[in-house]
């Protein structure tokens, strides 16, 4: 069963405020992914025999690469996720916080796409979005579609962002 649109919106807005980094296209982004990625809440382990975990379906070796390579340079940060969250990495992954922390997965996922250097796409532009996700999370090679993340977008999300 998928989250409560609303509901997971403001989680999302409250989370991204509490990191500073909320925008409307930030939002949206993360709505969008995980509408694509996990059915929008639907799924909390990657079907199959895959790594990802949460709404996000982030794998552990991304978090490791996001603590290892971005947040042990930013203290700050890495404090304020902590405190937005609840979590800290120590010695390795987090994976219970991957799967079941909500406010972990969002500020993760955002922290992921805030390392891209182009910027964020225009908000209310969905296609945009899924192209950005496409070429930033899913990656080239991943299984997903721009189409997919379209219709996941309008299936879940709607259009009154």
Do not use: C
């Not at 989680?11 to 509408?35: D, F, K």
């Not at 990802?52 to 070796?61: C, K, N, T, W």
């Not at 987090?94 to 910027?119: C, D, F, G, W």
């Amino acid at each position: 069963m998928a989250f409560n649109k609303d509901q997971f919106q403001y989680l999302i807005e409250r989370v991204l405020w509490e990191l500073n980094m909320h925008s409307l296209a930030a939002v949206n982004l993360l709505l969008g992914t995980s509408a694509q990625e996990s059915g929008f809440g639907t799924y909390l382990r990657q079907v199959g025999d895959g790594p990802a975990l949460g709404v996000f379906q982030m794998e552990p070796d991304t978090e490791r690469d996001i603590w290892l390579n971005y947040l042990v340079y930013r203290d700050d940060l890495a404090e304020t996720v902590w405190q937005v969250a609840g979590a800290a990495w120590d010695v390795g992954p987090s994976i219970p916080p991957l799967e079941t922390n909500l406010s972990y997965q969002v500020a993760m996922a955002r922290i992921h796409y805030l390392r891209i250097k182009e910027p964020l796409p225009p908000h209310d532009n969905v296609q945009a979005l899924a192209h950005y996700w496409k070429r930033h999370y899913n990656t080239l090679k991943g299984a997903g579609s721009e189409h997919e993340f379209v219709k996941n977008y309008f299936k879940y999300v709607g259009d009154k962002n």
